[in-house]
């Protein structure tokens, strides 16, 4: 019944996906939380939409300045690995695929309904699904039935990630490093753990206090581009190209430390997000971020963003 589902998941528009989002946020875990927030600003309806709906396609994208991967149909098991809820992801898929009509027409129910179903096949608290059933039934909704099927439905996890509670996980975001003994001496020589992959162990890179996330990651001269072209060699995981707000390529959300980040500068970092079209939000530390304008003071968990762009205008 996914054709049926995906048909009625298609008379939602973008709003509709916020306010139910919204409404359920109190319920979802709260590991989850910020995660969920996160990825359905990566994932804009309105931005797949408007290039499903252009009468050229790839005109649109070169308009946009699109890079990176922002089609959800090329990555419906890997899109939400961040999500602690990803390791549910085999039995949430099992669920939205087996749903039939009836369904509710309150999106938020039916968010809720298909999450009860998974319980039962996950055993483990509907507060705990209904994140990674959101993102499920918006991966169905832009990836269509056809590619949504023929997913393995796979989880992508270490092992050791798997292991993990949510209360670790939570308690490991929270952690600052140890400055030693005498650290209170160190001052503005503080060296604090950006994480950037928290299912990978050596996907960090160390930031001083006081210094951007872009400008910190420089450090790290691994090999990042064979495995996302937008990456320059030898500067570091995040995508980068001014170093000065005027490009958005370095958007990063935040799943840990937002509080330990610079707040954000109206007339820089604020402005240009709204002209990126990544977030428009009054919060002055928001789970979006630009890693040329965040300044860290403290250790911080980010996730990289597979796409970027300028869409303000256009959503």
């Known amino acids: 019944m996914t054709h049926a589902l995906h048909e009625h998941l298609a008379t939602f528009d973008a709003a509709a996906w916020r306010r139910a989002v919204e409404a359920l946020a109190p319920s979802i875990h709260e590991i989850d939380r910020t995660a969920t927030r996160i990825w359905f600003h990566f994932f804009p309806l309105d931005l797949f939409r408007r290039l499903e709906d252009a009468p050229d396609e790839d005109a649109m994208v070169r308009k946009l300045g699109l890079m990176g991967n922002w089609r959800l149909r090329e990555q419906v098991d890997v899109s939400h690995r961040f999500l602690f809820a990803h390791r549910y992801w085999p039995q949430v898929k099992t669920a939205i695929q087996a749903a039939e009509p009836p369904f509710p027409d309150d999106l938020a129910a039916l968010i809720t309904d298909v999450a009860h179903v998974a319980t039962r096949r996950a055993r483990c608290d509907r507060e705990m699904l209904l994140s990674i059933t959101a993102v499920g039934l918006m991966t169905l909704r832009q990836a269509g039935p056809e590619a949504f099927w023929e997913a393995p439905g796979h989880v992508h996890l270490s092992a050791r990630a798997h292991a993990r509670s949510p209360h670790q996980i939570l308690a490991r975001r929270a952690k600052d490093d140890w400055q030693g003994p005498l650290g209170f001496l160190r001052g503005l020589h503080k060296r604090w753990t950006v994480t950037f992959d928290e299912n990978d162990p050596d996907a960090t890179f160390p930031v001083i206090t006081g210094q951007e996330l872009a400008t910190a990651a420089q450090t790290d001269k691994r090999d990042y581009r064979s495995r996302d072209i937008r990456c320059i060699p030898n500067e570091g995981p ?21 509080a330990k980040l610079s707040p954000v500068v109206d007339r820089d970092e604020r402005r240009r997000m709204q002209v990126f079209g990544y977030v428009d939000t009054d919060d002055p530390k928001p789970e979006i971020r630009l890693a040329c304008q965040a300044r860290a003071s403290g ?15 256009l959503l």
Do not use: M, Q
């Open 299 to 313: 250790a911080v968990s980010i996730v990289i963003p597979p796409w970027n762009g300028i869409v303000g205008k």
């Open 238 to 258: 995040i995508p980068v190209e001014c170093r000065a707000a005027s490009c958005g390529t370095c958007w990063v959300g935040v799943l840990g430390g937002a």
